[in-house]
Protein backbone atom coordinates (compact mmCIF):
# COMPACT_ATOMS: atom_id res chain seq x y z
CA UNK A 1 0.00 0.00 0.00
CA UNK A 2 2.78 2.39 -0.98
CA UNK A 3 4.99 3.21 1.90
CA UNK A 4 3.26 0.55 4.55
CA UNK A 5 1.49 -2.95 4.34
CA UNK A 6 -1.97 -4.40 4.72
CA UNK A 7 -2.61 -7.58 6.01
CA UNK A 8 -5.90 -9.27 5.53
CA UNK A 9 -6.74 -11.96 8.07
CA UNK A 10 -8.98 -14.89 7.88
CA UNK A 11 -11.78 -13.75 9.99
CA UNK A 12 -12.11 -10.40 7.29
CA UNK A 13 -10.37 -8.32 9.57
CA UNK A 14 -7.21 -6.17 8.53
CA UNK A 15 -4.83 -4.82 9.92
CA UNK A 16 -1.60 -2.48 9.02
CA UNK A 17 1.85 -2.07 9.50
CA UNK A 18 5.29 -0.27 8.93
CA UNK A 19 7.05 -3.85 8.36
CA UNK A 20 5.66 -7.32 7.96
CA UNK A 21 7.86 -10.35 8.61
CA UNK A 22 6.91 -13.52 6.67
CA UNK A 23 7.70 -16.61 9.00
CA UNK A 24 4.78 -18.94 7.35
CA UNK A 25 7.00 -21.90 7.19
CA UNK A 26 6.69 -24.33 4.12
CA UNK A 27 3.76 -25.69 2.84
CA UNK A 28 3.82 -29.05 2.56
CA UNK A 29 0.42 -29.76 0.23
CA UNK A 30 -2.24 -32.16 0.54
CA UNK A 31 -1.09 -35.12 2.61
CA UNK A 32 -1.41 -38.82 1.63
CA UNK A 33 -3.09 -40.53 3.83
CA UNK A 34 -1.16 -41.64 7.17
CA UNK A 35 1.30 -38.97 6.30
CA UNK A 36 0.48 -36.48 9.40
CA UNK A 37 -0.10 -39.52 11.82
CA UNK A 38 3.89 -40.77 11.17
CA UNK A 39 5.34 -37.43 10.79
CA UNK A 40 8.30 -37.53 12.80
CA UNK A 41 7.65 -41.40 13.56
CA UNK A 42 9.12 -42.47 9.85
CA UNK A 43 8.36 -39.43 7.99
CA UNK A 44 9.94 -37.11 7.19
CA UNK A 45 10.39 -33.63 4.65
CA UNK A 46 13.95 -33.26 4.45
CA UNK A 47 16.37 -35.93 3.48
CA UNK A 48 19.63 -34.11 4.81
CA UNK A 49 18.72 -33.04 8.02
CA UNK A 50 17.49 -36.55 8.91
CA UNK A 51 19.77 -39.14 6.99
CA UNK A 52 22.19 -39.89 9.70
CA UNK A 53 18.57 -41.56 11.84
CA UNK A 54 18.64 -44.06 8.57
CA UNK A 55 22.47 -45.34 8.73
CA UNK A 56 22.46 -48.75 7.12
CA UNK A 57 18.55 -49.05 7.28
CA UNK A 58 15.58 -49.03 4.06
CA UNK A 59 14.17 -45.28 2.65
CA UNK A 60 11.82 -44.67 0.08
CA UNK A 61 12.11 -40.91 -1.31
CA UNK A 62 9.30 -39.16 -2.83
CA UNK A 63 10.73 -37.00 -5.04
CA UNK A 64 8.33 -33.84 -6.69
CA UNK A 65 11.21 -32.23 -9.18
CA UNK A 66 14.14 -33.36 -10.38
CA UNK A 67 16.17 -30.70 -7.82
CA UNK A 68 15.47 -33.79 -5.18
CA UNK A 69 17.66 -35.95 -6.66
CA UNK A 70 20.37 -34.33 -4.65
CA UNK A 71 18.64 -35.75 -1.27
CA UNK A 72 18.44 -39.66 -2.59
CA UNK A 73 21.96 -39.17 -3.66
CA UNK A 74 22.81 -37.75 -0.08
CA UNK A 75 20.78 -40.75 1.48
CA UNK A 76 22.84 -43.33 -0.53
CA UNK A 77 25.66 -42.72 1.19
CA UNK A 78 24.05 -43.64 4.79
CA UNK A 79 21.08 -45.54 4.22
CA UNK A 80 21.32 -49.35 3.08
CA UNK A 81 18.51 -49.59 0.15
CA UNK A 82 17.02 -46.07 -0.95
CA UNK A 83 14.03 -46.15 -3.28
CA UNK A 84 13.31 -42.83 -5.27
CA UNK A 85 9.59 -42.85 -6.29
CA UNK A 86 9.33 -39.55 -9.24
CA UNK A 87 6.73 -37.58 -9.04
CA UNK A 88 7.64 -35.97 -12.48
CA UNK A 89 8.36 -36.64 -16.12
CA UNK A 90 11.61 -35.22 -16.63
CA UNK A 91 14.89 -37.52 -17.06
CA UNK A 92 16.19 -39.40 -13.63
CA UNK A 93 19.98 -39.14 -12.76
CA UNK A 94 20.85 -41.21 -10.28
CA UNK A 95 23.78 -43.61 -8.81
CA UNK A 96 22.96 -46.96 -9.48
CA UNK A 97 23.01 -47.55 -5.74
CA UNK A 98 19.39 -46.07 -6.29
CA UNK A 99 16.20 -47.72 -7.33
CA UNK A 100 13.82 -46.09 -9.01
CA UNK A 101 10.49 -47.16 -8.64
CA UNK A 102 7.70 -45.69 -11.16
CA UNK A 103 4.52 -46.12 -9.16
CA UNK A 104 2.14 -43.53 -7.70
CA UNK A 105 2.20 -43.71 -3.67
CA UNK A 106 -1.20 -43.46 -2.03
CA UNK A 107 -0.34 -44.41 1.87
CA UNK A 108 1.67 -44.71 4.45
CA UNK A 109 1.18 -47.65 6.97
CA UNK A 110 2.74 -48.80 10.05
CA UNK A 111 2.11 -49.90 13.77
CA UNK A 112 3.74 -47.09 15.70
CA UNK A 113 5.82 -46.16 13.74
CA UNK A 114 5.73 -45.62 9.36
CA UNK A 115 6.49 -49.30 7.85
CA UNK A 116 5.48 -49.31 4.75
CA UNK A 117 4.66 -47.20 1.44
CA UNK A 118 1.69 -48.64 -0.01
CA UNK A 119 1.71 -47.35 -4.16
CA UNK A 120 -0.73 -47.91 -6.65
CA UNK A 121 0.61 -50.89 -7.95
CA UNK A 122 2.83 -52.12 -5.13
CA UNK A 123 4.55 -51.58 -1.88
CA UNK A 124 7.33 -51.18 -0.05
CA UNK A 125 8.73 -52.50 3.48
CA UNK A 126 10.88 -49.46 4.83
CA UNK A 127 12.13 -47.70 7.98
CA UNK A 128 11.82 -44.35 6.69
CA UNK A 129 9.96 -42.42 4.11
CA UNK A 130 10.60 -39.16 2.93
CA UNK A 131 8.43 -36.72 1.05
CA UNK A 132 10.02 -34.12 -1.12
CA UNK A 133 7.35 -31.36 -2.05
CA UNK A 134 8.11 -28.02 -3.56
CA UNK A 135 6.40 -25.31 -1.23
CA UNK A 136 3.68 -23.30 -2.51
CA UNK A 137 4.61 -20.13 -4.16
CA UNK A 138 5.17 -17.44 -1.23
CA UNK A 139 4.90 -15.11 -4.27
CA UNK A 140 1.25 -16.04 -3.75
CA UNK A 141 0.94 -14.40 -0.27
CA UNK A 142 2.64 -11.30 -1.00
CA UNK A 143 2.39 -10.18 -4.63
CA UNK A 144 5.43 -8.98 -6.59
CA UNK A 145 7.95 -10.69 -4.11
CA UNK A 146 10.38 -12.33 -5.47
CA UNK A 147 10.79 -15.73 -4.94
CA UNK A 148 13.51 -18.32 -5.74
CA UNK A 149 13.00 -21.59 -6.10
CA UNK A 150 9.65 -21.46 -4.58
CA UNK A 151 10.99 -19.99 -1.81
CA UNK A 152 11.45 -15.88 -0.21
CA UNK A 153 14.09 -14.88 -2.09
CA UNK A 154 16.21 -12.62 1.19
CA UNK A 155 19.51 -10.53 1.96
CA UNK A 156 21.86 -11.27 5.00
CA UNK A 157 19.67 -9.09 6.47
CA UNK A 158 16.52 -10.79 5.93
CA UNK A 159 15.49 -8.32 3.62
CA UNK A 160 13.41 -9.22 0.99
CA UNK A 161 12.29 -7.44 -2.60
CA UNK A 162 9.90 -5.34 -0.92
CA UNK A 163 10.91 -2.38 1.07
CA UNK A 164 10.11 -3.20 4.72
CA UNK A 165 9.30 -6.80 3.97
CA UNK A 166 11.61 -9.74 5.52
CA UNK A 167 11.20 -13.05 5.94
CA UNK A 168 12.83 -15.69 8.02
CA UNK A 169 12.77 -19.66 8.55
CA UNK A 170 11.49 -22.50 6.04
CA UNK A 171 10.09 -20.23 3.58
CA UNK A 172 13.21 -18.54 3.01
CA UNK A 173 14.73 -22.45 2.28
CA UNK A 174 16.39 -25.11 2.71
CA UNK A 175 17.75 -27.05 5.14
CA UNK A 176 14.93 -26.87 7.30
CA UNK A 177 15.63 -26.82 10.99
CA UNK A 178 14.61 -24.42 14.05
CA UNK A 179 18.31 -23.22 14.75
CA UNK A 180 18.54 -21.21 11.16
CA UNK A 181 14.90 -20.87 11.22
CA UNK A 182 15.42 -18.93 14.86
CA UNK A 183 18.93 -16.97 13.61
CA UNK A 184 16.85 -15.96 11.02
CA UNK A 185 14.29 -14.92 12.90
CA UNK A 186 16.56 -13.10 15.14
CA UNK A 187 18.01 -10.79 12.27
CA UNK A 188 14.49 -9.97 10.42
CA UNK A 189 13.31 -8.74 13.59
CA UNK A 190 16.54 -6.60 14.33
CA UNK A 191 16.54 -5.57 10.97
CA UNK A 192 13.17 -4.63 11.41
CA UNK A 193 13.51 -2.57 14.41
CA UNK A 194 16.41 -0.63 11.97
CA UNK A 195 14.09 -0.13 9.29
CA UNK A 196 11.27 1.44 11.15
CA UNK A 197 13.76 3.20 12.88
CA UNK A 198 15.20 5.11 9.81
CA UNK A 199 11.51 5.54 8.53
CA UNK A 200 10.61 7.86 11.62
CA UNK A 201 13.42 9.70 11.56
CA UNK A 202 13.21 10.34 7.79
CA UNK A 203 9.73 11.25 8.34
CA UNK A 204 10.83 13.77 11.16
CA UNK A 205 13.16 15.20 8.38
CA UNK A 206 10.92 15.78 6.03
CA UNK A 207 8.34 17.57 8.56
CA UNK A 208 11.07 19.56 9.81
C1 LIG B 1 8.03 -33.68 12.34
C2 LIG B 1 9.10 -32.63 12.26
C3 LIG B 1 10.25 -32.82 12.97
C4 LIG B 1 11.27 -31.86 12.94
N1 LIG B 1 12.41 -32.06 13.65
C5 LIG B 1 13.37 -31.15 13.65
C6 LIG B 1 14.54 -31.33 14.43
O1 LIG B 1 14.70 -32.32 15.12
N2 LIG B 1 15.49 -30.36 14.39
C7 LIG B 1 15.33 -29.23 13.63
O2 LIG B 1 16.21 -28.39 13.66
N3 LIG B 1 14.23 -29.04 12.87
C8 LIG B 1 13.25 -29.97 12.86
N4 LIG B 1 12.13 -29.77 12.10
C9 LIG B 1 12.03 -28.56 11.27
C10 LIG B 1 11.57 -27.35 12.10
O3 LIG B 1 10.35 -27.67 12.72
C11 LIG B 1 11.40 -26.16 11.16
O4 LIG B 1 12.61 -25.90 10.48
C12 LIG B 1 11.00 -24.91 11.93
O5 LIG B 1 9.89 -25.13 12.75
C13 LIG B 1 10.68 -23.80 10.93
O6 LIG B 1 10.28 -22.66 11.65
P1 LIG B 1 9.43 -21.54 10.92
O7 LIG B 1 9.14 -20.54 11.97
O8 LIG B 1 10.11 -21.11 9.67
O9 LIG B 1 8.09 -22.25 10.45
P2 LIG B 1 6.96 -23.13 11.29
O10 LIG B 1 7.56 -23.64 12.54
O11 LIG B 1 6.48 -24.06 10.26
O12 LIG B 1 5.92 -22.03 11.66
C14 LIG B 1 5.15 -21.37 10.69
C15 LIG B 1 3.83 -20.96 11.34
O13 LIG B 1 3.15 -20.04 10.49
C16 LIG B 1 1.79 -20.43 10.40
N5 LIG B 1 1.27 -19.95 9.12
C17 LIG B 1 1.44 -20.47 7.88
N6 LIG B 1 0.84 -19.72 6.96
C18 LIG B 1 0.27 -18.69 7.61
C19 LIG B 1 -0.51 -17.56 7.21
N7 LIG B 1 -0.80 -17.33 5.92
N8 LIG B 1 -0.92 -16.70 8.16
C20 LIG B 1 -0.62 -16.90 9.47
N9 LIG B 1 0.11 -17.95 9.91
C21 LIG B 1 0.54 -18.82 9.00
C22 LIG B 1 1.82 -21.95 10.49
O14 LIG B 1 0.56 -22.44 10.90
C23 LIG B 1 2.89 -22.13 11.58
O15 LIG B 1 2.36 -22.06 12.87
C24 LIG B 1 11.11 -30.70 12.13
C25 LIG B 1 9.94 -30.53 11.38
C26 LIG B 1 8.93 -31.48 11.43
C27 LIG B 1 7.69 -31.28 10.62
Given amino acids: MGDYYSLQSKSNQS????TVILATGVNFGRPYEGEEKFLGRGVSYCATCDAPLYKNKKVA?????????????????????VYYIPAYKEQISLNDKIKVVNDTPVAIEGKIKAQKL???NGE????????LRESVAPSQLVPGLVTENNHVAVNRRMETSLK?????GDITGTPYQYIKSAGEGNVA????????DEKRRANKQQNK
Fill in 15 to 18: YEAD
Fill in 61 to 81: IIGSSPKEEAEAEFMSEVASE
Fill in 118 to 120: VMK
Fill in 124 to 131: LDVDGIFI
Fill in 164 to 168: GCFAC
Fill in 189 to 196: ALSAVSYI
